[in-house]
């Protein structure tokens, strides 16, 4: 695919003489442990890394394309090489630039969550405030992240939860045969909270089975027992089970938001999913409208886009940021975790640094 350095470099003129300038390049996470869920198993996220220079200033964005939202490294290429002539002189005008981009090309959210957080990157810079301050956010209400251990044997499940330790909230995928195995096992040697994430495995009928066996476990609540469209199989899991359940792959944007709200309790928001921070800000003050808790996630990423994310995350009530923390070769620094808890990098824009 992209094994060597790729670099889109689209210079433009514009009629004050002012220019922007946008790169791309690929890299490739690998991560410390084969990660499986109840469709896939990853072992490594082709993502890119986007700059947009605007006079001095230097904006950094990434995309995590996901083939299940129909993107792939070599879509978020061909999105940036059409987004080059497409950014005008104004990196301010994020809304408008935001919106040109949709008619540039529909979907391809990545990519444009790519384009957003470097817009809000050079904003930041540009103005010497960290982006959380930029947002009128309070950096001290982050909410602390959940670590995700993904499918494997009871034992290995248990063996991994013990090495969490310093984390105080695990996400267990489920999704299997073992799935009451694994989480036994999981509970022997841990007192974490424990959030479930059965990306879409169930039936309606084996969801409410299944989920109200796993009661005993002390669960928090359950993310998307059943498949993306089955609206109706998720409010009748909701209406038949005592935990709370959550929309992933059922709330893509915003436009899911008013179709999702009867049938869970909640919606779990990724920048990968809705196009960026601008959009997740207002998927995040739709879903309050409609009394939805809101979790803020991730796909597989570096500290780049997480620490985009994690900036958002005084609105949110849970945050499953730990994309970062799965993967070996982390290009970045930025959000830092102590005891679960995310601190936000005080520094202009993002406030992320080559590691
Ligand atoms: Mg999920």
Redesign the pocket.
């Known amino acids: 695919m992209f094994n060597t350095m790729v670099q889109i470099a689209i210079f433009c003129r514009y009629k004050r003489g002012k220019s922007m300038h946008i790169d791309a390049r690929p890299i490739d996470l690998k991560l410390t442990t084969p990660f499986r869920i109840a469709r896939d198993v990853q072992h490594t996220a082709a993502n890119a890394v986007i700059e947009i220079k605007h006079e001095e200033h230097t904006g950094y964005g990434e995309a995590a394309p996901s083939e299940y939202y129909g993107e792939s490294i070599e879509t978020v290429f061909a999105c940036i090489t059409m987004f080059a002539g497409n950014l005008g002189d104004d990196p301010f005008v994020i809304e408008d630039i935001l919106q040109h981009l949709d008619k540039v090309i529909r979907l391809h959210p990545s990519a444009k969550a790519a384009v957003d957080m470097a817009l809000y990157d050079i904003v930041g810079k540009m103005l010497n405030v960290p982006l959380y301050t930029l947002l009128g956010l309070n950096p001290n209400r982050t909410p602390r992240t959940s670590f995700t251990i993904g499918i494997d044997t009871p034992e290995q499940m248990a063996k991994k939860a013990l090495l969490a330790k310093e984390y105080p909230i695990l996400k267990i995928k489920v999704g299997t045969k073992n799935d009451l195995d694994n989480l036994k096992a999981i509970r022997d040697v841990s007192n974490a909270v424990i959030r479930v994430?059965a990306?879409t495995a169930w039936t309606p009928k084996e969801a409410i089975k299944m989920i109200n066996a796993m009661v005993p476990y002390n669960i928090q609540f359950v993310?998307?027992p059943v498949m993306a469209h089955d609206l109706a199989g998720l409010k009748l899991v909701r209406d038949n089970v005592p935990l709370p359940i959550i929309a992933?792959?059922s709330c893509v944007t915003g436009e899911d938001i008013g179709r999702v709200a009867d049938c869970v309790d909640g919606i779990?928001i990724k920048l990968m999913k809705c196009g960026g921070i601008n959009h997740a800000l207002k998927m995040i003050h739709a879903a309050r409208t409609y009394n939805l808790r809101i979790m803020l996630?991730c796909m597989i990423e570096s500290s780049l886009a997480i620490t985009a994310a994690a900036h958002l995350t005084p609105l949110v009530d849970y945050a499953d940021l730990d994309g970062n923390l799965l993967v070996d070769n982390d290009p970045y620094v930025g959000v830092t975790v102590e005891h679960g808890k995310l601190v936000l990098p005080d520094a202009p824009g993002l406030g992320v640094e080559v590691r």
Do not use: F, K
Request: charged share 50%; hydrophobic share 0%.
């Open positions: 994430d990306n993310e998307q992933d792959e779990n996630g």
